[in-house]
């Protein structure tokens, strides 16, 4: 049994869990809650960053982070399935890239106003931060992606960025993004892993 170290609101574990539904794999994963704060958790052993998602291998062996991790769950269904062939590999790279970007820019702000005392909060930063987020959504908005029958690493990774930025900021983008909210209802309609999967806590 694969063993997934995850907290359920990550946006990358729920990337990883998303591509396993997919790729017919959940059966073969255990999720085990990672506390990444904690001294004294085992995933600090298991993954020398103490970063979430890390999997677990049958033989102990683990892998991290979640691009590596899906890459690895697509091998094991047998190749090609979240990773076209040819040019259209990159464009979903490129993709993936773009909506981790995302994720990872709005989980700082998070991490800046739930770990830093406000009086030591870096305002400079978090608009930094911010500014990465606005100059990715409007990337996004102006040139949507197109979406096949089933879902590749590139969609799922925009997915749960767009679902990262609705649970942690109130939806607020939705307002000036039309073209992207119509992509991500899209998206959720075809792809009954994205409501499977999502933070409900």
């Known amino acids: 049994m694969l063993v997934l170290r995850s907290s359920p609101a990550s946006p990358f ?12 794999l959940m059966d073969r994963i255990e999720i085990v809650a990672a506390d990444t704060t904690d001294p004294a958790e085992a995933l600090r052993q298991q993954n020398p960053l103490g ?6 291998l049958e033989d ?12 690895y769950l697509d091998h094991l269904a047998g190749g090609d399935r979240l990773f076209p062939a040819g040019s259209e590999r990159f464009a979903q790279l490129r993709l993936q890239a773009l ?17 830093r005392p406000e009086e030591a909060r870096n305002d400079a930063w978090v608009a930094n931060q911010s500014g990465k987020v606005s100059r990715a959504l409007a990337a996004l908005e102006a ?9 590749r690493i ?3 990774a925009l997915a749960c960025a767009l679902g990262y930025l ?5 939806a607020a983008w939705r307002a000036d993004h039309p073209s992207l909210v119509a992509w991500l ?11 499977a999967t999502r933070f409900k806590g």
Do not use: C, N
């Open 13 to 24: 574990g729920r990337k990883v869990k998303m591509a396993a539904i997919e790729l017919g």
């Open 51 to 56: 970063k979430i998602p890390t999997l677990v």
């Open 154 to 156: 590139g969609e799922i």
């Open 143 to 151: 040139a949507p992606p197109a979406f096949a029958d089933r879902p």
């Open 60 to 71: 102990g062996t683990t892998l991290f982070d979640s691009r590596v991790i899906v890459e």
């Open 166 to 170: 609705d649970l942690r900021f109130a």
């Open 185 to 195: 209802d899209a998206f959720a309609a075809k792809v009954p892993a994205f409501e």
């Open 99 to 115: 909506a981790d970007g995302l994720a990872d820019a709005a989980l700082l702000q998070v991490y800046e106003i739930r770990f």
